[in-house]
């Protein structure tokens, strides 16, 4: 007996859905709106949800197709409930809502960043608990302990912005189209990443902290082009984004060895869409194979937006029983401690 999950992603720009049965993906569709935003030089969200209510079904109906499975071989439905922008959000959770009433089905209204972290409990990976589950994406840097999926428990986080973040605006002050992130790793790789000397944030904090700052090699890498101005800025470009990168990624790998140290754990797994970042997953494979660490390392689409990862979430999520959800609403913020479950 399987357990066949339609799972829902809309809370950003990607519009998702796949089939999830147990811990196989069955199907994985994404569709991405970067393109559509690039000209904004990111998300604008009432575009993002005006183009996910014409995307949505489309991408349902190819989920199920690819997966070769009906709605009526499905046995929950999730979705997308937070975090995220509550007008992309709201596609999701009405279309979920209304095709788990329709056909008479649960639905589990699943956390976005449950997701980044559950990943891993797909297969290949398969990763089981306890291990410490680093997240870096757009909106989150944090890390996580997992003795439990269904409880993920935080451990530290950024305290301004996030590594994705940072890593846009980075980008975008490179001269890197949205979204910055794919770019801003091709531009480094053939720069020096030893260049500049950018500041690793709360450094001074002490060896054993486990909280992230990026609001300061941001301002270091204004000041630096400033400094060289255009002409500068357009010699140095591939040292300034492999010496930025590296001042991003070198924090993220570092703190989550010292929690995997501190905490005991015989793992760690990497998520969220910093997590496709090359860099980052050369350095946590080396780090953790150096201390005899097994690695979760999701392939990048696992990683950037998608559904897959919502039926991974919706495993460890209570299901609602029809028609009980039909009042539930989608929620723009995160829950106090950050992953609800
Ligand atoms: N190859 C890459 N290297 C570095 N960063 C990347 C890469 N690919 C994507 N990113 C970054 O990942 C971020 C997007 O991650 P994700 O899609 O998980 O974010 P989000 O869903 O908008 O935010 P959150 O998950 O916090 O709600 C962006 O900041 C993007 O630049
Ligand atoms: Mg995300």
Wanted: charged share 20%; proline share 6%.
């Amino acid at each position: 007996m399987g357990d066949v999950v339609l799972a829902i992603e809309t809370s950003c720009d990607e519009t998702a859905a796949a089939v999830v049965d147990g811990r196989r993906i069955a199907s994985n569709v994404v569709a991405s709106q970067a393109e559509l935003h690039s000209v904004y030089g990111g998300v604008v969200p009432e575009v993002a949800a005006r183009h996910h209510l014409t995307t949505v079904n489309a991408v349902v109906d190819r989920a199920l197709d690819e997966a070769g499975v009906t709605l009526g071989d499905v046995d929950r439905i999730a979705v997308t409930r937070r975090p995220g922008l509550i007008g992309a959000l709201l596609v999701g959770v009405a279309t979920a809502k209304a095709l788990a009433y329709a056909t008479g089905k649960p639905l589990v209204m699943a956390d976005h960043l449950h997701g980044h972290v559950a990943a891993c409990w797909l297969e290949p990976l398969a990763l089981d608990p306890p291990f410490v589950a680093l997240t870096a994406s757009g909106g989150h840097t944090r890390l996580d302990l997992v003795d439990d999926y269904a409880a993920p428990r935080l451990l530290g986080q950024t305290l301004d912005d996030a590594a994705g973040e940072a890593i846009d605006k980075g980008a975008r002050l490179l001269g890197i189209p949205y979204p910055g992130g794919p770019g801003l790793e091709a531009l480094a790789r053939e720069g020096d990443r030893t260049a500049f000397d950018f500041p690793v944030g709360l450094r001074s904090r002490g060896p054993d902290q486990l909280d992230f700052s990026y609001a300061g090699v941001k301002t270091a890498l204004l000041y630096a082009t400033r400094d060289l101005g255009d002409d500068g800025v357009q010699a140095r470009r591939a040292d300034l984004a492999a010496s930025y990168q590296e001042a991003i990624v070198r924090p993220l790998v570092d703190r989550l060895m010292l929690a995997a140290d501190i905490h005991g754990v015989p793992a760690v797994s990497i998520g969220g869409g910093v997590a496709a970042n090359g860099r980052l997953r050369e350095l946590v494979e080396q780090a953790a194979s150096g201390r005899g660490l097994r690695v979760a390392i999701p392939d990048r689409a696992l990683c950037t937006d998608n559904a897959a990862m919502i039926g991974a979430a919706a495993a460890f999520t209570p299901a609602i029983p029809w028609p009980d959800y039909v009042g539930e609403d989608a929620i723009a913020t995160a829950p106090p401690g950050g992953i609800a479950a």
